[in-house]
C-alpha cells in the first residue's frame, strides 16, 4: 500500500536529491523526481494519479507556469506547489491564479517544506472527501485490502468507507459515530490499516471501563514506586501505541474530569508518567467513537466542548443496518459461512431473507449475528428455515417495498435506476451476472447503463 504520489521537477540534480532525502524522511515514500518538462507530460498521460507536484519555475524547454497550467488542465485535483530562486510578487500572483496551491522561494527550509506539503495534501483530501459526498457513486478503493473484512451493497456505506480511506492518509483525530452493533472498531481498524501507520500498533481501549483511579496509569504508565504495588515501571497506552494508532471506544461515557486530562494528551501530544517529572511525547493516531449524542451531552454539560472539537477533527457516521437492508442478504451468507455451516445449506429456506429483511435490528449487525448463531443452534447447523427464527421475526408481517424521497413517492423510472445500479454494484460491476439475475438482456442492460452514465 502507498502514500501520497509526490512528483518534483527542478533542472538542478542536486536540489531534486535535497527534496527526495527531505520528503521521504518527512514518511513520503511515492517520490518521483523530474529535471525535463516533457516526461513529466507523458507521465500525466500514462501513468497513475499524482496527489502534488512540485515545481520549478525556471525550467528548460517549457516554463513552470506553462507546465503548471497544463497540469491543472490535464489532473485538476493534482495540487500544485510552485519554487523558485526568484521572489517575485508578480510571478507569484501568476501561478496563484493558473491553480497553485502556495509559491516557495529558494532555499526552502526543510520545516517550512514538510509543512506547505502537508496543507497542500490536506486541502486535496478535504476536497476529495467533499466530491465523494456530492457524487452519486465514489470512485474505486486504493487500498481494497484494508476494507475488505466490511461487507456492503450499500451505496451509502460505500461512500463512508472512501471517505474513511481519504481519511487514513491524515494524522488528524477522528470521530466514529454509529449505533451500537454497526462496526465502528471494524471501521477503526480498516483506517489504521489504509493509513502510513499500518505497521504499528493498532490499540483498542474501551474508556467507559475506565475509572477515574486508574486512568493515568492505564494511559500514561507509571514508574517504579510511583505508589504501593508499583514494583517495575509500566509504559501505559501511549508509549505501547507508539507510532501507531490508539481507538478509544465509547468515549461519550468518559467522566468529564477524565476528558481534562485526555484533551491535554491531544492538544499538546505530551504526557508524564505517574511518578515521574519528565514529561513525554507521544506518537499516536487517535480515533474516537461513540453510540452517544455527544451535542446532547455537551447541552447538559457532561462532555467537553473543546475536547468535542479536537476529537472530531475528521467525522464518519456508519449508518444502522435498517437504513441499509440490502446488505442483510450479504452479511447473513457471510456469518452462516463463519459460523460453520456447509456451502450447500447456506442458502436459507423460504420467507427467512424476507423476515430478516423486514425487521429493523436495534443492535444492528451484532444482533443479525447473533440470531443467525440461535438459528443455526437450533437447524444443528443445516439449513435454517423461518421456524427457527425467533417468535417476533416469524410474526412481523412483511411491509410491501415504497421508494420515498423527501416524503414524495419516486417515479418508477428511478426506482428501475436505483434498483438497476444497486444489483450491478452488488456484483462487482459484472453486466453478465447482472443481466442474469435481473432476467433481462444484455443488451438491455448496456443500453441502461449507457443512460445512467455508467460505462
Not at 499524482?50 to 493534482?78: C, F, Y
Not at 440470531?371 to 447447523?381: D, M, T, Y
Not at 444489483?423 to 453478465?432: A, D, P
Not at 451476472?433 to 442492460?445: E, F, Q, V
Amino acid at each position: 500500500m502507498s502514500g501520497p504520489r509526490i512528483l518534483v521537477v527542478d533542472d538542478d540534480r542536486d536540489y531534486l536529491d535535497l527534496m527526495e532525502r527531505r520528503l521521504r524522511a518527512a514518511g513520503y515514500e511515492e517520490v518521483e523526481l523530474y529535471e525535463d518538462p516533457q516526461p513529466v507530460q507523458e507521465r500525466f498521460v500514462a501513468g497513475p494519479e499524482v496527489d502534488l507536484a512540485l515545481i520549478d519555475v525556471g525550467l528548460p524547454g517549457m516554463d513552470g507556469r506553462e507546465l503548471l497550467a497544463w497540469i491543472k488542465n490535464q489532473s485538476a485535483a493534482t495540487e500544485c506547489l510552485m519554487v523558485t530562486a526568484m521572489n517575485d510578487a508578480r510571478t507569484a500572483i501568476v501561478c496563484l491564479r493558473l491553480g497553485a496551491y502556495d509559491y516557495l522561494v529558494k532555499p526552502v527550509a526543510e520545516e517550512d517544506l514538510v509543512f506547505a506539503v502537508r496543507r497542500a495534501l490536506e486541502r486535496k483530501r478535504l476536497l476529495d472527501v467533499l466530491a465523494i459526498e456530492r457524487s452519486r457513486r465514489p470512485p474505486p478503493f486504493e487500498h481494497p485490502e484494508a476494507f475488505a473484512g466490511i461487507l456492503t451493497a450499500s451505496a451509502a456505506l460505500r461512500k463512508v468507507l472512501k471517505e474513511a480511506e481519504l481519511h487514513a492518509a491524515s494524522d488528524m483525530p477522528m470521530l466514529i459515530t454509529g449505533e451500537s452493533g454497526t462496526g465502528k472498531e471494524l471501521l477503526a481498524r480498516a483506517i489504521h490499516r489504509a493509513s502510513p501507520r499500518r505497521d504499528k500498533p493498532f490499540l483498542p481501549v474501551n474508556m467507559a471501563a475506565l475509572s477515574a483511579e486508574l486512568f493515568e496509569s492505564e494511559f500514561f504508565g507509571h514508574v517504579r514506586g510511583a505508589f504501593t504495588g508499583a514494583e517495575k515501571d509500566r509504559p501505559g497506552h501511549l508509549r505501547a501505541c507508539e507510532g501507531g494508532t490508539l481507538f478509544l471506544d465509547e468515549i461519550g461515557n468518559l467522566s468529564p474530569a477524565l476528558q481534562g486530562k485526555l484533551l491535554r494528551v491531544l492538544q499538546d501530544g505530551e504526557f508524564t508518567p505517574v511518578g515521574s517529572s519528565l514529561p513525554q511525547r507521544a506518537d499516536v493516531r487517535f480515533i474516537a467513537a461513540t453510540n452517544e449524542d455527544l451535542e446532547s451531552l455537551i447541552a447538559g454539560r457532561r462532555f467537553r466542548l473543546d475536547l468535542y472539537y479536537r476529537i472530531r477533527g475528521s467525522w464518519l457516521h456508519l449508518p444502522p443496518l435498517r437504513e441499509r437492508r440490502e446488505d442483510i442478504p450479504l452479511l447473513a451468507a457471510h456469518f452462516l459461512g463463519e459460523l460453520g455451516v456447509p456451502p450447500s445449506e447456506r442458502e436459507p429456506g423460504p420467507g427467512v431473507i424476507e423476515a430478516l429483511t423486514a425487521h429493523d435490528f436495534p443492535g444492528n449487525v451484532r444482533e443479525l449475528r447473533s440470531i443467525l448463531q440461535a438459528a443455526v443452534n437450533l437447524s444443528r447447523g443445516g439449513r435454517i428455515a423461518l421456524e427457527h427464527l425467533p417468535p417476533e421475526l416469524r410474526s412481523k408481517r412483511i411491509p410491501p417495498v415504497c421508494f420515498f424521497r423527501d416524503g414524495t413517492p419516486l417515479r418508477l423510472a428511478d426506482v428501475e435506476k436505483h434498483h438497476i445500479l444497486a444489483v450491478y454494484e452488488r456484483l462487482n460491476r459484472n453486466k453478465v451476472r447482472t443481466a442474469r439475475a435481473l432476467d433481462i438482456g444484455l443488451n438491455t442492460l448496456r443500453r441502461k447503463l449507457r443512460a445512467y452514465g455508467e460505462s
